[in-house]
């Protein structure tokens, strides 16, 4: 049974930086590829970028560059995100989600993170 | 990468058949076969209902089912359950880059 498991919710002050973390109990993160995506209450998704399990290769949103960090730690089967330069509308559920490998489409989902910057 | 473009909302009775539209481009939804569906229900997670415009996972009742023209893509649900009643996002691959796009998201209503 594929399960992410994504940490606890963070409250953090504009400027701040979060890092939220994926952690995957199913052994399926090696050769696939870590999405993030999240949703602003009452909005649609948002795609953030990738991080491929096995070379470590990213890829952001244009949106995200130079905010966004995606970073891996294998021996744990733990996927991170950290986003900068935190804004009140960064507020968000923020979801880990799993491509397999040659497919197209977000195949399992964390349970999300909601982040919440306030001053 | 602008996001798709989904009517906010579509509604049905119990039994009838509703149709979600999702309109893109041609770097996007008309480029490959790679626009894929997602149900979600509120607090939860998003769940995979359709992938490759028209492929339903194993699970996903065959009430669900996608189909793509040119640069819009479509989920038809028949049989409308109360059940189905949440959002449903689209997505796609973003061609000629490693980019992926979703739709604004339609709330579906179960009169």
């Known amino acids: 049974q594929v399960q992410l498991v994504q940490s606890g919710a963070e409250v953090k002050k504009p400027g701040a930086s979060v890092k939220v973390s994926c952690k995957d109990s199913?052994?399926?993160?090696?050769?696939?590829?870590i999405h993030w995506v999240r949703q602003a209450p009452g909005q649609g998704l948002e795609w953030m970028g990738w991080i491929n399990s096995n070379s470590g290769g990213t890829s952001y949103s244009p949106r995200f560059q130079g905010r966004v960090t995606m970073t891996m730690d294998t021996s744990i089967s733990t996927a991170y995100m950290e986003l900068s330069r935190l804004r009140s509308d960064d507020t968000a559920v923020y979801y880990c989600a799993m491509v397999l490998s040659g497919t197209y489409y977000f195949d399992y989902w964390g349970q999300g993170i909601l982040v919440t910057v306030s001053s | 990468q602008s996001a798709l473009t989904q009517p906010a909302s579509v509604s049905g009775s119990p039994g009838q058949s509703i149709t979600i539209s999702c309109t893109g481009t041609s770097s996007d939804v008309g480029g490959y076969n790679y626009v894929s569906w997602y149900q979600q229900h509120p607090g939860k997670a998003p769940k995979v209902m359709i992938y490759d415009v028209s492929n339903r996972p194993s699970g996903v009742s065959n009430r669900f089912s996608g189909s793509k023209s040119g640069n819009t893509a479509s989920l038809t649900i028949s049989g409308l359950q109360a059940e189905d009643e949440a959002d449903y996002f689209c997505g796609s691959y973003v061609t000629s880059t490693t980019f992926w796009v979703f739709g604004g998201g339609t709330k579906l209503t179960v009169l």
């Open positions: 199913g052994y399926i993160f090696t050769g696939n590829y």
